[in-house]
């Protein structure tokens, strides 16, 4: 065995340095598009794929419902599991809004 991988060895060597060249890609990054909603009455534009939660947060809304005792609440998971990102999107109740990419035209709005 030790002799058949010596004898391997000795064959890849004699072929000499691999002189051939490999180019590899740059990775360039595409540029993202921008979209439009209305959060809160405000215009705002974000890259395409941000979540409404992101969104609303970039915006300048930390806040965006009241617990039943008028608490201020925000996003805590960012994974879909807390719902403490609930909103309204174009007048629908949408529990999970970290988990929902923005689209041109959003209506947004904070309850909080
Ligand atoms: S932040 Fe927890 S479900 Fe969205």
């Given at each position: 065995m030790v002799d058949r991988v010596a004898a391997r060895?000795?064959?890849a060597e004699s072929q000499g340095?691999?002189?051939?060249e490999i180019s590899v890609p740059e990775p360039t990054p595409k540029p993202r598009d921008e979209i439009s909603l209305t959060i809160n009455g405000r215009l705002v534009r974000v890259a395409e794929?941000?979540?409404?939660?992101?969104?609303?947060?970039?915006?300048?809304?930390?806040?965006?419902?009241?617990?039943?005792?008028?608490e201020?609440?925000?996003p805590v998971c960012g994974m879909g599991v807390c719902f403490e990102c609930r909103l309204t999107i174009d007048g629908i109740v949408v529990p999970t809004t970290c988990q929902l990419a923005c689209r041109e035209g959003m209506v947004v709005t904070t309850d909080g």
């Open positions: 060895l000795q064959s340095p691999i002189d051939k794929s941000t979540t409404v939660a992101a969104a609303v947060i970039g915006a300048g809304f930390p806040s965006f419902r009241r617990s039943v005792r008028h201020r609440r925000g």
